[in-house]
C-alpha cells in the first residue's frame, strides 16, 4: 500500500504555468462529486501546460478522470516520456482512474512530469490525487512520532501567534502563524525522514524550506479554497541521526504562513528488504558472489573428506600389514628364519613292509580272489602279463583274460575293494597278467579309521555264482575317504 497519498490542492505538486490551471468548480460540474476528497480536482486545457512534482520512492501513481472531453497526455518520468490518451467516449466517463502508474523504481529522488496535449475538442486535463511507496516507511521497520508546532523554534518569537481560530481544522486545535516575510520555524529531530503539515488556501503566501542548512526549495500555499493539514513538505531516506528542517515565509500583500504539525520518520535501513538502497544489479551480483562463495565451500569440503578418507584407509592398511607382518611365522623366505633351525618338510611315502599286517592283509585278499577265480570253468589255465593298462580310472593292481588263440568272449568285472578289475572271459583256455606297473602314484597314507562291513565291495560276481566278500582284518589297508580303504595287491 502506499506510504504517501497527496491531494491534487498539495504545494509539492508545481503547477506551470499557474495562471492556466485552475481548481475544479464544484458547483458547475456535475460530476465534481466524482473526485476523491473534498470533490476537488485541478484541471487546465491550454497546450503545453504541466503538473510536476518531486519524491523518493520506489512507485508512483498519478490519478485523475478519463473523460468525453479529455485528450491526449504525456508523461516525463526520470527524462523518459510516454503518450497516453486520457478519452472515455462514455459519458460521464471514468473517474478516480489511474493516468500513470511505475514501480520497481530505484529508491532514489524522482521526477515525474505530466503535460497536457490537447487534440480538437479533446482538450482537458485534470489531476485528482497523487500516491508513492517509499521503502521502510510504514512498516515493521520503521518508527513515526508526531512533532506538535508547540516543539518548533520560531524566529522572531513576536512575529509568530498561536492563535489559529481563523484556521479551522487544525491538529488538537492548536498551530502557528505570520504574516511577517522572512519569519521562520526550526523543527529540530533525530530520525531518517519528516513532513511537515499546515494549511492552504485563498491568503496562503509562497514559502522556502532549508534541511540542514542546505539549498532552499520554494513552494506555494496558495489555492482557491481554504486546506488544513495539508503535507507542504516531506524528505526521507535521511541518515540516521540529528536534522534541523527550516520553514520559511514569503508573505506579500496580507497573506501569512500557517503551520500545525510534523511526523518524524526513523526507519532502520539495516533491517530486511526494505532497508536495502541497492540496486537490483548491486543485489544480483551479491547474490552471485555469495552462490560461487558457497559453490567453493562446499568443493572445499568435499575434497577435505575424501581426502580424509584416504588418509585413514591408507592408515588402516599400513596397521593391518604391519599387524600380519608382526604375527606371521617365521620362515626361511621371509630372512627372519633363525641359523640353526631347518624348515620341517613332510614326510616322504614309504611303501608298506613285505613283512607287515598291510602286506599280510594284501596277500590274503590277493589268494582269496585267486582262490574265487578257480571256481570259473576249466579252461582257466595260464595267466601272462601285458602291457597296457586296463580301463580309465582303475586303481590297484589290473587283470585281463585271454584265451591263446586271442578268441574275446564278452567281458566280466571282476570287484575288488574298492575299485573295479576288468577282465575278459571265454571258453578257451584263457591266461591271466598281473601288471603291477599299472598302479597309479599315491597320496601319502592317512590314518586308518574303522571300516563298515558295507565299505567292501563283492569280490566276484561270475556267471551263476553269488558274490563273495572280503573280510580282511579292519586294521589293515589305507584310508582312501568315503569310508573306503585301498589295499595293495603284492604278486
Not at 600380519?324 to 623366505?333: E, H
Not at 576288468?422 to 603291477?436: G, K, L, W, Y
Request: proline share 9%; with cysteine.
Amino acid at each position: 500500500m502506499p506510504d504517501y497519498f497527496i491531494e491534487n490542492i498539495s504545494p509539492l505538486i508545481q503547477y506551470e504555468p499557474e495562471g492556466l490551471w485552475r481548481e475544479g468548480d464544484k458547483v458547475k460540474d456535475l460530476e465534481a462529486f466524482r473526485y476523491s476528497g473534498n470533490s476537488s480536482f485541478t484541471v487546465t486545457k491550454s497546450a503545453g501546460t504541466s503538473a510536476s512534482f518531486n519524491f523518493t520512492g520506489t512507485s508512483v501513481i498519478v490519478s485523475g478522470a478519463r473523460r468525453p472531453n479529455h485528450g491526449q497526455y504525456s508523461v516525463t518520468l526520470d527524462g523518459l516520456t510516454s503518450t497516453f490518451n486520457g478519452q472515455n467516449s462514455q459519458d460521464p466517463g471514468d473517474f478516480r482512474v489511474a493516468l500513470f502508474k511505475a514501480t520497481d523504481l530505484e529508491p532514489i529522488e524522482h521526477t515525474l512530469t505530466i503535460r497536457n496535449l490537447p487534440q480538437g475538442d479533446q482538450k482537458f486535463l485534470d489531476i485528482d490525487f497523487i500516491q508513492w511507496s517509499s521503502p521502510g516507511v510504514g512498516d515493521d521497520n520503521s518508527q513515526l512520532r508526531v512533532v506538535e508546532d508547540t516543539a518548533f523554534k520560531f524566529e522572531p518569537e513576536d512575529a509568530w501567534s498561536d492563535d489559529v481560530s481563523s484556521f479551522p481544522g487544525f491538529s488538537n486545535g492548536d498551530g502557528h502563524s505570520t504574516s511577517k516575510n522572512g519569519a521562520s520555524a526550526a523543527i529540530n529531530f533525530q530520525g531518517t525522514g519528516v513532513s511537515l503539515f499546515g494549511a492552504v488556501g485563498p491568503n496562503q503566501a509562497s514559502y522556502s524550506v532549508a534541511l540542514d542548512g542546505g539549498p532552499l526549495k520554494s513552494f506555494n500555499a496558495f489555492k482557491t479554497d481554504y486546506y488544513p493539514e495539508q503535507m507542504l513538505y516531506s524528505i526521507d531516506r535521511l541518515a540516521s541521526g540529528d536534522h534541523t528542517l527550516t520553514f520559511t515565509c514569503n508573505s506579500s500583500d496580507q497573506q501569512s504562513c500557517a503551520v500545525d504539525y510534523a511526523v518524524v520518520y526513523y526507519t532502520d535501513f539495516g533491517k530486511g528488504k526494505t532497508g536495502s538502497a541497492l540496486s537490483k544489479g548491486a543485489i544480483a551480483g551479491i547474490v552471485i558472489g555469495v552462490l560461487v562463495v558457497l559453490g567453493l565451500l562446499i568443493s572445499a569440503l568435499v575434497l577435505f573428506i575424501r581426502r580424509r578418507r584416504h588418509i585413514k584407509r591408507t592408515t588402516e592398511w599400513r596397521n593391518g600389514y604391519a599387524s600380519r607382518a608382526a604375527n606371521r611365522p617365521p620362515s626361511a623366505q621371509s630372512g627372519i628364519l633363525p641359523t640353526n633351525t631347518a624348515p620341517t618338510l613332510p614326510p616322504a611315502y614309504q611303501p608298506p613292509s613285505p613283512n607287515s599286517r598291510i602286506a599280510a592283509w594284501a596277500n590274503q585278499t590277493r589268494q582269496a580272489t585267486l582262490e574265487t577265480l578257480k571256481v570259473r570253468p576249466p579252461d582257466i589255465r595260464t595267466m601272462t602279463q601285458v602291457d597296457s593298462p586296463i580301463g580309465s580310472g582303475s586303481f590297484g593292481d589290473s587283470y585281463v583274460f585271454t584265451s591263446p588263440n586271442n578268441a574275446i568272449a564278452s567281458p566280466e568285472r571282476v570287484l575288488h575293494p574298492p575299485h573295479s578289475l576288468p577282465f575278459q572271459s571265454s571258453a578257451s583256455p584263457v591266461s591271466i597278467s598281473h601288471n603291477p606297473s599299472l598302479r597309479p602314484s599315491l597320496p601319502p597314507p592317512k590314518p586308518p579309521s574303522s571300516p563298515t562291513p558295507s565299505s567292501f565291495w563283492p569280490i566276484l560276481k561270475g556267471k551263476g555264482k553269488e558274490p563273495v566278500e572280503a573280510t580282511p582284518d579292519p586294521s589293515f589297508g589305507r584310508d582312501m575317504g568315503n569310508g573306503k580303504k585301498f589295499v595293495d595287491l603284492v604278486g
